[in-house]
């Protein structure tokens, strides 16, 4: 296995608030119900600047996850990967993007365990927040009181089944089809990242395919039907990678079998979930 590549000065992860620098000790306004946890890499310091700015326009409190930059980590020292299991089921492999993505947010809901709380929302430095979404988020919890993780951004809602609406208006439920794309900004529990973190600590999907499989991690995973949170501008500059990337990617036509069979059998899974888990 290869080693851990020393991200920070110290050889350790780190985990900031706020900014590169001094605001790590800031603590969370008394209003603030649960932390922020923002994903975000170092070359993206003008999305970090953009979150500042609506932290400061909305008052609420964020941490500053020191992200996994994939474009500067060599390929043979990724760590925790199964480049051949992702290659059957997804049929291409992976982007370097990709594998910074998937082990930002394990850095994030490990840095969520590591403290004391119940729950904590996740979000990327490429969201449009504004002053109600931190209400929004946990009446969206108290409307679906047993979801381990609740996705407040998609791209997508196929098939979508209502299970409940909160105080706020938002609907909470499942889709049928999928996966719905993004993992932007989510809720999750300490359960369920407890589970997460477990299940998903060997990378063989892309993070918001992986997350989204509830009925393989024995978790309860719903969604609001209209998205919590945006994308600011800044989304149009990405830090995984463009479609000429995914392109290029991909494997032939006949080594992508084992990828359809694997999204058929996961189809079914998908159906039979959103059908029986409450």
Known sequence: MARRPPFCA?????????????????SFTPSQTMPVYL???????????????????????????????????????WIDVDHDRFQRRHGRTILPGEYGCYRSHLLALQQFLAGGGEMAVVIEDDVALDIDFLARTVAAKNAAPNADLIKLVN??????????????GDIVGRCLF????????????R??????????????????????????????????????????RLQRTTMIGWRRDYRAAKAPAWRRIPAHI???????????????TP
């Not at 310091?45 to 996850?65: K, P, T, Y």
């Not at 791209?155 to 706020?168: C, D, E, L, T, V």
Request: charged letters at 25%; a positive charge.
């Open 262 to 276: 694997f999204r058929t059998v996961d189809f079914f899974r998908r159906i039979a979930y959103v059908l029986t």
């Open 10 to 26: 110290d050889g350790n992860y780190q985990v900031c608030s706020m900014s590169l620098t001094a605001l790590a000790e800031t």
């Open 191 to 232: 359960k369920g990242a407890e589970k997460i973190v477990k299940s998903l600590a060997i990378m063989s999907l892309p993070w918001d395919v992986a997350v989204e499989r509830g009925w393989d991690m024995n978790i309860s995973i719903v969604s609001t039907r209209a998205n919590i949170a945006g994308f600011s």
């Open 178 to 189: 999928g996966p719905q794309g993004s993992t932007a900004c989510y809720l999750v529990t």
């Open 39 to 77: 994903i975000n890499i170092d070359r993206a310091a003008e999305r970090l600047a953009e979150i500042q700015r609506q932290s400061d326009e909305f008052g609420f409190r964020f941490e500053r996850i020191h992200g996994v930059d994939g474009a500067l980590v060599p390929r043979d020292e």
């Open 155 to 168: 791209h997508r809602w196929n098939g979508f089944r209502a299970m409940g609406r909160s105080s706020k």
